[in-house]
């Protein structure tokens, strides 16, 4: 039998006692529910109540937020979200986290991240950056390592940026042109990508 871990540490600057005393609150256990009470209104809350993470205060009265096994870091954002509609709804945090197993199973190490506004949580993972990474080597093959796309020179670039007509790096508007190309055949459209 093998385990699965996740596990992050990460710190949320709060900048007064004030911030301390409700991200404090919000950790306490309440009834009726018996959940700590910032999951109070989570979204389906299941059987387990356990916040996620532990919390310990950094010498300068900061959040200090991991997890050294089985971290939810879903819940955390949660929390954090709360926060910043709170007291910081222009700011942002993030959160990265690494996943591992105790044995070497192909497929079980990895890790990903978000990104925590007032008003989104952008999620993104290990998995997807080298899914898109494969699917850029996939279309642009071993061109990208020679310096330039036999179909796509970067002459032809270099005259649409001097025009205004992209403001695309070199190889992204490749891809571009790629995907213009594949729409063509297919009959349907981009949205632009410049």
Same mark, same amino acid.
């Given at each position: 039998?093998? /385990? ?20 404090? /609150? ?5 009834? #009726? ?9 989570? #979204? ?5 109540? $356990?916040?996620?993470?532990?919390? $310990? ?5 900061? @959040?200090? %937020?991991?997890?050294?096994?089985? &971290? ?14 709170? %007291?910081? #709804? ?15 199973? #192909? ?17 993104? &993972? ?5 899914? @898109? ?13 020679? =310096? ?5 020179? @970067? &002459?032809?670039? $270099? ?27 297919? =009959?349907?459209?981009?949205?632009? =990508?410049?």
């Amino acid at each position: 039998m093998a /385990d699965n871990y996740l596990e992050f540490s990460e710190v949320l600057v709060l900048g007064s006692p004030e911030r301390q005393s409700w991200l404090e /609150d919000q950790l306490t256990r309440v009834a #009726p529910w018996e959940c700590v009470k910032f999951l109070v209104d989570y #979204p389906d809350l299941d059987d387990d109540d $356990e916040k996620g993470f532990e919390l $310990e205060w950094t010498p300068e009265g900061h @959040a200090l %937020f991991f997890a050294e096994e089985n &971290g939810n870091a879903e819940r955390l954002a949660y929390l954090v979200q709360k926060y910043l509609k709170r %007291f910081s #709804p222009e700011s942002s945090w993030s959160l990265t986290w690494a996943t591992r197993c105790s044995k070497m199973r #192909p497929g079980e190490f990895g890790g990903g991240g978000v990104l925590v506004t007032a008003n989104e949580l952008f999620w993104f &993972g290990v998995a997807d950056q080298v899914k @898109a990474a494969r699917d850029r080597f996939r279309r642009l093959g071993d061109h990208e390592v020679r =310096g330039e796309h036999r179909d796509h020179p @970067a &002459g032809d670039w $270099e005259f649409e940026v001097g025009n205004s007509e992209t403001r695309l790096g070199y190889w992204d508007w490749v891809l571009h042109k790629i995907e213009s190309e594949e729409d063509d055949d297919t =009959g349907t459209t981009t949205d632009g =990508g410049e």
